[in-house]
């Protein structure tokens, strides 16, 4: 396969590796990659920490009455997160907030970090997205039981339907339930792999002459696409934080 690419490279052909981009790369040298070993995933999730302390410890620090640009950033993210939790989950849900507000700016900054061209778009890995959807299962799951006790279990027990049909809807809201964190966090590894592969093909295409306008134009289309797409889902992955966190606080149906 490796040879046919060759191939086709030296007669003229047009040969691109869309996936190539997601290669985990340490950062020093050439050698095999362990759990220990810094990559190129580990330092762009160390940026994209260090952009959050960036924005909300250090351009937040004086909390000034009339507040700088930085910090009305940091205001807006917090007030619309606050709202978004209150809304779902209701007032007794915001002793959650922190952890909420914390996925949702971390997520957003690794997405938008993504999009900076030879960066590295840590979402694009399940094994990110399922450690942070993973997280949020095993955390949900705990606090319900915690919280509500035998009780949580009424969450797969829907006593308004008719009894004959309590057991059926009672198994498939089980298995809804354990398929959660994995349709969590593929739908986020998903969509940004999605986005950045689409971007790779067509840059491919730009570097032959006939179609190379049509090509930086779907790029810089599906580029702002990809801002939108990295925005909304950091607020889907929020959000369904949240539904399922009014699950542990309300599991009755």
């Known amino acids: 396969m490796a040879h046919g690419a060759d191939a086709a490279h030296d007669a003229g052909g047009l040969v691109f590796h869309p996936l190539d981009q997601f290669i985990v790369k340490p950062l020093f040298g ?12 580990t330092l762009w999730l160390a940026l994209a920490v260090l952009a959050v302390v960036l924005l ?4 937040s ?13 940091g ?40 999009l900076i061209p030879m960066s590295f778009a840590t979402t694009s890995h399940i094994a990110v997205t399922a450690i942070l959807g993973f997280g949020v299962f095993f955390g949900v799951t705990i606090l319900g039981f915690i919280l509500n006790g035998p009780s949580f279990l009424k969450l797969f027990w829907m006593s308004e339907a008719p009894l004959f049909l309590r057991p059926i809807i009672a198994v498939i809201e089980l298995i809804s339930y354990f398929v959660r964190p994995v349709s969590h966090s593929v739908r986020l590894a998903g969509n940004i792999t999605a986005g ?11 570097g032959l002459a006939v179609v190379s306008p049509i090509s930086v134009i ?9 801002v939108l ?24 149906h």
């Open 229 to 252: 797409v990295a925005g909304i889902q950091a607020y889907v992955f929020a959000i369904l934080t949240c539904v399922y966190l009014k699950d542990a606080l309300h599991p009755a």
């Open 196 to 206: 950045h592969a689409v971007i790779k093909v067509f840059a491919a295409f730009a």
């Open 75 to 114: 205001e807006l993210f917090y007030g619309f997160t606050h709202k978004m939790v209150e809304d779902v989950c209701g007032k007794e849900g915001l002793k959650y907030f922190p952890y909420v507000m914390t996925l949702f700016i971390f997520i957003l900054f690794a997405n938008f970090l993504g």
């Open 218 to 226: 779907a790029i810089t289309a599906i580029y702002g696409l990809e």
């Open 56 to 59: 909300f410890v250090v351009g």
């Open 61 to 73: 620090r004086g909390r000034a009455t009339i507040p700088s640009r930085v910090q009305s950033v």
């Open 30 to 41: 050439d050698g095999v990659v362990h759990w220990y070993t810094p990559t190129n995933v």
